[in-house]
C-alpha cells in the first residue's frame, strides 16, 4: 500500500470510526424498538422455534436476553465494526468508487456496506418476514445517516489537490511512488508527502503551487510536499514565464 493511500485511508479511517459508531447504535436501537413493538409476536416465534423458550416464564425469558445480549453482540457490535472498516476503505478508494463528489461516492460504499451486512445476516433480529422487512427498510434509514457521516467528516479530514504537467509524455508528477499526473486526488488534511518530477534530464523547471499546497524547494525535481488546503501543484517548463 502506498504512503498517499494510506494517507486517504486515515481520514477514512476517522470519519469510519464516528459514522460506524452511529451506524451500529442506531441500528441497535431501531432493532430494540422494532422487537418491543412486535413482543407478541416475537414470544409465540420463540416459544415455536426453541423448545427451552416453551411457556410463557421461559418465553420471556429468552425475549429479554434476546434483547440485553443478543443486540449489543449479534446487531450492534458487528454492525459498528464493518461500518468502520467501509469507512476507511471510502477513503482508501474513493477516486474509483462510483456516484460524483462526497457524498455521492459515499452512497456508493454504504450501499455495499448494507448488502453485506444483509448477505450475512448481520442487519437485525427479526421473527417473521413482516418484521425483516421493516428491519430492512430501518437498516436502510441508518444507512443513509451513515453515508452523509462519512462523506461530511472525510470532507473535513482530506483535501482535494489536482496535479498538472504541460506534457505528461515528458514529464509526470509522482506522489509518494504514485503516477497523479493530471490526476485529483484526496490527501489527508496537514499531511506530507514525497514528490518527484519524472522526465527528460533538464526538462523541469520548478514547481507551482496555488491555494493550500507548498513545497519545501519548489526548484528541486525531489522535494517534499504539505497539504494544508485544496489545491494545485503543478510544473512549469523552461523558457517558460512562471
Not at 450492534?76 to 462526497?102: C, H
Not at 425483516?132 to 441508518?142: C, K, T
Not at 491555494?211 to 526548484?219: L, T
Amino acid at each position: 500500500m502506498g504512503l498517499n493511500r494510506s494517507a486517504s485511508a486515515i481520514g477514512g479511517l476517522k470519519a469510519g470510526l464516528v459514522g460506524g459508531t452511529f451506524f451500529g447504535a442506531a441500528v441497535g436501537v431501531l432493532n430494540y424498538a422494532l422487537l418491543e413493538a412486535f413482543k407478541g409476536t416475537a414470544l409465540a416465534a420463540l416459544q415455536a422455534t426453541y423448545s427451552t423458550c416453551y411457556g410463557n416464564a421461559a418465553a420471556q425469558s429468552c425475549f429479554s436476553r434476546a434483547l440485553t445480549y443478543g443486540i449489543p453482540f449479534s446487531v450492534v457490535l458487528p454492525a459498528a465494526v464493518v461500518a468502520i472498516l467501509f469507512g476507511t476503505l471510502y477513503g482508501m478508494y474513493f477516486e474509483y468508487l462510483p456516484g460524483g463528489g462526497y457524498r455521492g461516492r459515499a452512497a456508493a460504499i454504504a450501499i455495499l456496506m448494507l448488502l453485506l451486512l444483509l448477505l450475512f445476516g448481520l442487519a437485525g433480529i427479526s421473527v417473521n418476514q413482516t418484521t425483516r422487512s421493516v428491519m430492512n427498510a430501518l437498516d436502510g434509514a441508518a444507512m443513509v445517516g451513515f453515508a452523509l457521516i462519512i462523506a461530511q467528516l472525510y470532507r473535513r479530514f482530506t483535501r482535494e489537490v489536482r496535479f498538472e504537467t504541460p506534457d505528461r509524455e515528458k514529464l509526470k508528477i509522482k506522489v509518494d511512488g504514485k503516477d497523479f499526473t493530471d490526476k485529483t486526488r484526496t490527501l489527508s488534511l496537514h499531511s506530507t508527502h514525497k514528490i518527484r518530477a519524472l522526465g527528460e534530464g533538464g526538462y523541469f523547471r520548478s514547481w507551482l503551487v496555488s491555494g493550500g499546497v507548498s513545497v519545501r524547494d519548489p526548484k528541486s525535481p525531489e522535494t517534499t510536499m504539505t497539504v494544508d488546503g485544496d489545491g494545485l501543484l503543478k510544473t512549469s517548463l523552461p523558457g517558460s514565464k512562471a
